[in-house]
């Protein structure tokens, strides 16, 4: 039997998940529906948003914070952040603004989550 928290809301649930022989996920704890599909995916096929920095010129600040659009495999985290410290930009950048598109064909996009 495995334990996690999940983290999908506030609550926090502290889920309890059991592997049936023919596979199937059994998922005890939780307070709410998402805690079942939270477990099942990150014990199976994890991701996660990343947000992070990259470097810019011409603004009030040397770093301006970007993220992904959706979630990607967690596995493919520090293959993203090599690529970001890659990144030298120049201001202005607007919040939204597509810094990479379809990183790694992950459909995912890094764009700037601050206007500088």
Do not use: Q, W
């Amino acid at each position: 039997m495995k334990e996690m928290i999940c983290i999908v809301c506030p609550k926090g649930c502290r889920l309890k998940v059991d592997e049936k022989p023919n596979g199937e996920l059994i998922v005890m704890g939780n307070e709410c529906a998402r805690g079942p599909v939270y477990a099942k995916k990150e014990l199976t096929n994890p991701t996660r948003v990343i947000t992070s920095t990259v470097r810019i010129e011409g603004a009030l600040h040397k770093r301006i914070p970007v993220k992904t659009t959706i979630d990607i495999a967690k596995d493919l985290n520090f293959k993203v952040m090599d690529e970001l410290a890659k990144i030298d930009l120049k201001s202005p950048v607007k919040m939204g603004d597509v810094i990479i598109e379809n990183i790694f064909d992950t459909g995912a996009d890094i764009v700037a989550t601050r206007s500088l």
